[in-house]
Structure formats: structure tokens, C-alpha cells
């Protein structure tokens, strides 16, 4: 059984800085693609950032700049570094991630999210 559990997140003035973590456990075989994602209240999740198994970055306009994405592949590990937030980054962020098990393939798995308040 595979689960991603996110961690960092937290309460922040505006321009401030967070670094999210994302932890991938269980029969893991391969992990591909991980991305990171947010929710604000009314609002759709929208995708902010992705890194291949490679280390190739995509980013939203929104976060461009600001948020970095990284991870590690031996601890099975993905990041986001947030930089000089805005309350507009308020919201829950989750992470997701295409891995692979022997037992039912690849399948997109999604962390239960971390709150991140941006507030003075």
C-alpha cells in the first residue's frame, strides 16, 4: 500500500517563506512524475509545480519565480520551497505522484494535504 503524507506546511506573514515536504511509503517500485497542487476554499485544485524522475520542472505562471519544486529520489522525497508568499497562496496543498507497484502497476496517488495560511 503506497501513501503520501505531506509536512511544513503552516501560519506565515506575507512574504515570508515555507518549504513543503512530501514522504512516498509502502511497496514502491518506481516513482515518475510528482507534483504539487493546491486548494483554496471555493476554488478548483489547481497544479503548481511538477518534476520528473529526471529533475525536468514545469511551474505555473502563479508561482513562477517564487516556488521551487525539487526532490530526492533515494529517500523517495518531493519539495516545494515557497517564497515570498502572498495571502492569495493561501490554501490546502497537496501532493500527487505516478508510481509504480508490482501489485496493480502505476497508479496517481494523492497526499491529504497540508494547510498553508499566509496572515499578519
Known amino acids: 500500500q503506497v501513501q503520501l503524507v505531506e509536512s511544513g506546511g503552516g501560519l506565515v506573514q506575507p512574504g515570508g517563506s515555507l518549504r513543503l515536504s512530501c514522504a512516498a511509503s509502502?511497496?514502491?517500485?518506481?516513482?515518475?512524475?510528482m507534483g504539487w497542487y493546491r486548494q483554496a476554499p471555493g476554488k478548483q485544485r489547481e497544479v503548481l509545480a511538477t518534476?520528473?524522475?529526471?529533475?525536468?520542472?514545469n511551474y505555473a505562471d502563479s508561482v513562477k519565480g517564487r516556488f521551487t519544486i525539487s526532490r530526492d529520489n533515494a529517500k523517495k522525497m518531493a519539495y516545494l520551497q515557497m517564497n515570498n508568499l502572498e495571502p492569495e497562496d493561501m490554501a490546502v496543498y497537496y501532493c500527487?505522484?505516478?508510481?509504480?507497484?508490482?501489485?496493480?502497476?502505476?497508479?496517481?496517488?494523492w497526499g491529504r494535504g497540508t494547510q498553508v495560511t499566509v496572515s499578519s
Open positions: 509502502g511497496s514502491i517500485f518506481s516513482i515518475y512524475d
Open positions: 518534476i520528473s524522475s529526471g529533475g525536468s520542472t
Open positions: 500527487n505522484a505516478d508510481i509504480a507497484t508490482r501489485a496493480i502497476g502505476r497508479h496517481l496517488y
